[in-house]
């Protein structure tokens, strides 16, 4: 069974930065793509940024590029999304997935964590 547990959320201040973490389990980490998403109050989950199984090949929403970096340890079983330049409309709860290919797709991810808050203050 596919585990992912994400932390590293937090309460930060607009122009700050935050690094989450995603530790997965159950199953070889390395062969997969892996995935941010996020949902904030009242609006529908939407994607950040995923990784090929290597790191080799990343895909960001327009909204985080150039201040987000996907990226992944396979040694360690765990991916990182580094958040830079944090704005308030950032805040949300932030949610790894996998799935069961390395398709940089917004859609089919199959497995998800339970979430970790990110409140972004101006």
């Known amino acids: 069974q596919v585990q992912l547990v994400e932390s590293g959320g937090g309460s930060v201040q607009a122009g700050d930065s935050l690094r989450l973490s995603c530790v997965a389990s159950?199953?070889?980490?390395?062969?997969?793509?892996v995935g941010w998403f996020r949902q904030a109050p009242g609006k529908e989950r939407e994607f950040v940024a995923a990784?090929?199984?290597?790191?080799?090949?990343?895909y960001y929403a327009n909204s985080v590029k150039g201040r987000f970096t996907i990226s992944r340890e396979n040694a360690k079983n765990t991916a990182y999304l580094q958040m830079n330049s944090l704005k308030p409309e950032d805040t949300a709860v932030y949610y790894c997935?996998?799935?069961?290919?390395?398709?940089?797709?917004?859609?089919?991810?199959?497995?998800w964590g339970q979430g970790t808050q990110v409140t972004v203050s101006s």
């Open positions: 159950g199953r070889t980490f390395s062969n997969y793509a």
């Open positions: 990784s090929n199984w290597s790191g080799g090949n990343t």
């Open positions: 997935a996998s799935r069961d290919d390395n398709a940089l797709s917004q859609y089919l991810w199959r497995y």
